[in-house]
């Protein structure tokens, strides 16, 4: 992933600055997104929940109220610790997407991804932390083969629509910072990938993973969607 690093050291940075955004309720979207996104897990998956790019966690938490197993990685160190403190339980663990990318290559090793494997989680969940450009269908593949097949994978992501929104034309482009908009003392904001419908489509397809369903949350405007969930399915055994 060629810009993970930069990206994560942004994270690291604003990590406690994110934990408060979250805990203080500071992205009005999230009163919409969140719950759209609890409710299609769990008309999509059964039992088990692999999160990547948890956060502070608050998804993992809310899923194991609905009796739901969860695991989480991330690949931000004061995150993960920040998430085990509010958890019950210490299923988080410190994992890069690289990292991840790298053992379903088989050039490393990993303990933690191993025994995530071996738990057959019934489904993956991105929220919000896809930014890359390159490297998103490599990271799709390689979750794919974490959870076993026929398993869910579903992505909450910014709807391609915000572009017009944000008056920016209608194409795949590196937006700026990633801080922008968000209230609070957030530095050093990283840029992100914003893609449009066509291009994610173009994704799933390389990566074998078929569109089972879109779901298009609406916010306090009910004529515009908050986001974009989309919820995939491994392709490639069928
Ligand atoms: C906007 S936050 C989303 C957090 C959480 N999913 C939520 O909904 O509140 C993005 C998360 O993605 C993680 N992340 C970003 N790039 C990553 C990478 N390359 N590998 C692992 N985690 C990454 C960050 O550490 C951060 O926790």
Redesign the pocket.
């Known amino acids: 992933?060629k810009f993970?690093n930069y990206?994560?050291s942004s994270?690291?940075e604003n990590?406690a600055q994110?934990v408060e955004t979250?805990e203080q309720t500071k992205i009005p979207s999230?009163e919409f997104?969140?719950p759209a996104?609890i409710d299609c897990i769990k008309n999509q998956i059964q039992k088990s929940v692999l999160?990547?790019?948890?956060?502070?966690?608050?998804?993992g938490r809310s899923l194991m109220k609905e009796d739901y197993s969860v695991f989480g990685?991330?690949?931000?160190q004061a995150?993960v610790t920040a998430a085990k403190q509010k958890s019950d339980t210490q299923n988080y663990a410190l994992?890069?997407?690289?990292?991840?990318v790298n053992r379903a290559n088989s050039e490393i090793q990993s303990k933690t991804l191993d025994q995530i494997q071996i738990q057959q989680f019934h489904g993956a969940?991105?929220?919000?932390?896809?930014?890359?450009k390159e490297g998103i269908s490599e990271i799709l593949k390689s979750v794919s083969k974490l959870i076993s097949t026929e398993r869910k994978i579903i992505i909450?992501t910014i709807h391609p629509k915000s572009m017009l929104a944000m008056e920016l034309p209608h194409r795949s482009q590196w937006v700026e910072d990633?801080w922008q908009g968000l209230n609070g003392n957030f530095k050093n904001g990283h840029p992100w990938y914003f893609r449009t419908l066509e291009d994610w489509l173009s994704i799933f397809e390389f990566s074998k993973l078929q569109v089972e369903k879109i779901y298009e949350p609406l916010g306090k405007e009910t004529d515009r969607p908050v986001s974009i969930i989309f919820v995939l399915r491994n392709a490639s055994n069928q």
């Open positions: 992933m993970e990206i994560l994270w690291q990590a994110w979250i999230r997104t969140n996104l999160e990547f790019g948890f956060g502070e966690g608050w998804l990685l991330d690949g931000t995150l994992a890069t997407f690289q990292k991840i969940v991105f929220n919000f932390c896809l930014y890359e909450q990633s």
